[in-house]
């Protein structure tokens, strides 16, 4: 029963006002309509973490690749230091992507 209003048909919401996954949660009517997410600081903590995550990827790498058999702390828990924080560089690296994306959308389509 998504779009109508009391027997008539609402407009559809615009593709920009949409999400990746359109209109999988739909306005209840609590939440603000002008509700906007802070992009440029979600972008500005993306860009700081993406090269701190891949540098640390990069250090417990290569700190993992010269221990030895009986260092402290082992290369198996530097190698899964190293895999958290490569994960962690991938998934700020993908926010930053959206996020970029999501701002030349905005922007392109300002008055």
Do not use: I, K
């Amino acid at each position: 029963m998504r779009g109508q209003h009391h027997g008539r048909t609402a407009a559809p919401e615009p593709r920009s006002r949409s999400g990746v996954f359109g209109d999988r949660f739909p306005r209840t009517g609590t939440e603000p309509a002008t509700a906007r997410s802070a992009l440029r600081l979600r972008q500005l903590l993306s860009a700081v973490f993406l090269p701190l995550f891949a540098a640390a990827t990069a250090g417990f790498a290569v700190w993992a690749a010269h221990s030895g058999p009986g260092d402290s702390p082992g290369g198996g828990p530097l190698t899964v230091l190293a895999v958290v924080c490569g994960v962690l560089a991938l998934a700020a690296a993908l926010h930053l992507t959206v996020v970029t994306r999501r701002r030349r959308r905005e922007r392109d389509t300002a008055p």
